[in-house]
């Protein structure tokens, strides 16, 4: 990379965090090719990652600010303390949109509390235009649903714990 693509990267990204703030944005992801070779892949979250609840936290007063903004160049893997480390996480077998019911207006698959089996259907994942089901891979109880209705997920995101 060239000086003069860093500095302006540095200045971009900069703008990009100044626009987070000033619009109260939860997050941006932007990708700017340079050439074939050359690209810059940037996100920019408001908020810092939570971690995982433990039943031994004790309540504490919110903040009046919010997290300053985190940079994050991209490639990256998913964040230490999600609900990816959760040995009991289900994660998405493939990238698409997810679904919490055969069709709408439905029924959802499951909810907090239900009792699945193994190979019971948890959710749909439409990739390219195909309804995926996608079967829960042991019996349990859904203790926490990851993802909404109609949201992208991504290849190995957690979608729900099941214990």
């Known amino acids: 990379m060239s000086k003069k693509h860093q ?4 200045a971009f990204v900069e703008a990009l965090s100044e626009l987070v703030n000033t619009k109260d944005l939860a997050e941006i992801q932007v990708k700017r090719d340079y050439d074939d070779n050359s690209s810059l892949n940037v996100r920019i979250t408001r908020f ?33 303390g999600d609900p990816a480390d959760n040995p009991n996480a289900v994660t998405s077998p493939m990238v698409g949109t997810v679904y ?27 990739a390219m235009k195909t309804m995926n089901q996608i079967p829960a891979p042991r019996s349990g109880i859904v203790k ?13 995101s957690p979608i729900v714990i099941l214990e």
Do not use: C, H, N, Y
């Not at 500095?7 to 540095?10: F, L, W, Y």
């Not at 936290?57 to 940079?71: D, H, I």
């Not at 029924?107 to 699945?116: C, P």
């Open 100 to 126: 919490l019911q055969p069709e709408p207006g439905a029924e959802s698959f499951i909810s907090v509390g239900t009792a699945v089996k193994e190979g019971q259907t948890l959710l749909i994942i439409e």
């Open 7 to 10: 500095d302006a990267d540095v």
């Open 144 to 156: 926490r649903i990851l993802v909404e209705d109609g949201s992208a997920v991504e290849f190995g």
């Open 48 to 80: 810092a990652a939570t971690p995982a609840p433990s039943a031994f936290l004790q309540a504490t007063a919110p903040t009046a600010t919010p997290a300053a903004p985190q940079l994050e160049i991209l490639p990256t893997s998913p964040t230490a």
